[in-house]
């Protein structure tokens, strides 16, 4: 089993969720926030999300307030804003860190596979993470990247049949 699949997290509702749960499919982590430039970012995920689901995709947000206090709020306000203004139907999880020494295992993992410009730091919100379906991270998109420009990524790593394709 890949180190991402080893990995756990907690959902927005509070329920432990294993990233085992995801092998074999493609995985675009996501850090988000409801009160950021980059929040409309939230309907082309689930764009991309409800077109690719059936191929293999699956998005997962990852809600942080570490940027300019953008994610003030607790699990319902963050999922009436998910839900309510963009419709987003993919797995939310519960708030988290992703710089620093409270990081979350599963960013602290893909800082170190697929380190950025700024080193083992997150710039933003909605930096994006796509992860290989044999849990290999693949590639980084920095905030500005929107979720229309990954998809050709996006099909490249839905393209690759095997769940646990060694070659990549």
């Known amino acids: 089993m890949s180190p991402f699949h080893q990995l756990t997290a907690i959902s927005l509702r509070g329920q432990p969720i294993s990233m085992a ?4 499919k493609v995985v675009l982590v996501v850090n988000t926030a409801s009160h950021c430039g980059f929040t409309p970012q939230y309907a082309g995920l689930e764009a991309l999300y409800k077109k690719y689901a059936d191929q293999g995709l699956v998005v997962l947000g990852f809600p942080c307030n570490q940027f300019g206090k953008q994610e003030p709020g607790g699990a319902d306000d963050i999922a009436q804003t998910c839900h ?6 993919f797995p939310m999880f519960g708030k ?3 710089n ?6 599963v960013f602290r993992y893909l800082k170190e596979e697929l380190p950025g ?3 083992g730091r997150i710039k933003w919100n909605f930096t994006k993470f796509l992860i290989g379906r044999n849990g290999k991270p693949l590639r980084r998109f920095a905030p500005i990247s929107t979720p229309e420009k990954m998809e050709a990524a996006i099909l ?7 769940p646990f394709n060694s070659h990549l």
């Open 84 to 89: 309510i203004n963009y419709g987003v139907s």
């Open 117 to 119: 410009v700024l080193g």
């Open 21 to 24: 749960d995801y092998a074999g």
């Open 156 to 162: 490249a790593a839905l393209a690759i049949e095997a």
């Open 100 to 105: 620093g020494a409270a990081t979350h295992s």
């Open 96 to 98: 988290v860190e992703v």
